[in-house]
């Protein structure tokens, strides 16, 4: 797995959720029985928890902001912390599927 293909599968994802307007974030995912707002942020929390653990450093909660349209810059962030961790192909391998398995979910 590439950076360019975490890339792609982060792109998807924010290409299908950043016109969202509140109320579709309110709604409950397909899987999960959570609001996708909910599920989207637990996907940021733990691409910031790879970044960190691939860094060695103490991992921290990414707060969750008081709009929800904010997630899909959060995601992007975090996505770009991760890979500028010089992370390997097997951490790249596990956030892709992070990443596809939320963009299923929703």
Known sequence: MSA???DQAV???VRQVEHW????WAAV???GNVPRA???????QEVANLAAD?????RRVVPRLDNDLALPDQ?????ADLRATG??????????????ATRSAL
């Open 4 to 6: 360019a293909e975490l």
């Open 11 to 13: 792109r998807l994802l």
């Open 21 to 24: 307007q509140q109320p579709r």
């Open 29 to 31: 995912a397909t899987t």
């Open 38 to 44: 909910d599920l989207v942020h637990r996907l940021v």
């Open 54 to 58: 691939t860094e060695g450093e103490p």
């Open 75 to 79: 995601l992007r962030v975090v996505t």
């Open 87 to 100: 992370v390997d192909d097997e951490v790249l391998t596990r956030a892709a599927a992070e990443v596809t």
